[in-house]
């Protein structure tokens, strides 16, 4: 039998191997083992998805940062950041409908305030920016096309 520390270390370690453990358990017929299993896996592939939007969310407004500070260098490839960001973000929320947009207000104070050191460090200065609004984020168009017209 397995324990609490065995499903936690197997779920974090690889969620492929604690899914077979899962999967081998119900064919022995250890349903409430297999449970718990999966209370773990379940927990585990959260966890994950979550850092992956939080770090997409950084990375995103880190972008909407640099465009919005550093107009001069303002670059196609730092459009397409933010396009494929933003992409990125709905494939999570459509894969995991619980990081929705109330999850992302739940941690956009602290992921702006790293996106504001990474926008920082990487342009080599400080920037004036202290706060971005929803829609500057998810719904502004930052496109060099659109400046030439």
Sequence with gaps: MRT???WEWLAA???YLAAVAVQELLEEGKSMEAYEGLAFLIESMGKSKK???RSQLIRLMSHVIKWKCQPERRSSSWSITIRSAR???EDLQEEVPSLNRAYIE???DKCLGRAIEEAQEEMDKDCPI???DWAEVF???YSLVR???
């Design 4 to 6: 609490q520390q065995d």
């Design 13 to 15: 370690g690889s969620e």
């Design 130 to 132: 202290t706060s971005l």
């Design 106 to 108: 739940s941690v956009w």
């Design 51 to 53: 850092l992956a939007l």
């Design 139 to 141: 719904e502004e168009n």
């Design 147 to 149: 400046e030439k017209n």
């Design 87 to 89: 992409r990125e973000i």
